[in-house]
């Protein structure tokens, strides 16, 4: 298999404060791990690309002093969310390419609905 | 930057039709996968397709890549309640290594 976890599942904070988001990979090893984040009835948009020891390489608009990405080790990446606002409020999934595998094939975790209040 | 497309972006079907749905770019693509995602839950691989004018089948599931690798399409036969959910494309454009980019979705409600 290939399971990917994320913890916690669902969260509210009150704005301001910082959260954080954590994306396992169960029964494999994954160098690189992926965040995305989907709104309400809308597509997944990627926000960073998460490498094992380096830093994540972010897209564009995507603050990376807001959303801290760490990935220190093979089976396990995070995300905070600093100083939260309500309008970060969505749910930010991640996903992960199994080492031994096509890097063709992302398996998804089962998300987290941040809400910020 | 590159965008898919893909419609329509909702789709109701009466259980036992058959409905496709469609993605589309502008660029030529390497590859493009599916995923589903059903409501309340996260996107689950489905299929990839690289070789032009690719067809696979995944019981009532057929999947297309166009010749010129720049769209490709989904069919479901005889729809079922448990096809409820959203059907996503994803690419990976030449220039942007191993990231993802995810279409738009069409959102497939079934009336029983």
Known sequence: ?117 | GQQVMQIPQYQHVQEGEDFTTYCNSSTTLSNIQWYKQRPGGHPVFLIQLVKSGEVKKQKRLTFQFGEAKKNSSLHITATQTTDVGTYFCAVKFKAAGNKLTFGGGTRVLVKP
């Open chain 1, 1 to 117: 298999g290939a399971v990917v976890s994320q913890h916690p599942s669902w969260v509210i904070c009150k704005s301001g404060t910082s959260v954080k988001i954590e994306c396992r990979s169960l029964d494999f090893q994954a160098t690189t791990m992926f965040w995305y984040r989907q709104f309400p009835k809308q597509s997944l948009m990627l926000m960073a690309t998460s490498n094992e020891g380096s830093k994540a390489t972010y897209e564009q608009g995507v603050e990376k002093d807001k959303f801290l990405i760490n990935h220190a080790s093979l089976t396990l990446s995070t995300l905070t969310v600093t100083s939260a606002h309500p309008e970060d409020s969505s749910f930010y999934i991640c996903s992960a390419n199994h080492d031994g595998r096509p890097s063709y094939e992302q398996y998804f975790g089962p998300g987290t609905r941040l809400t910020v209040t």
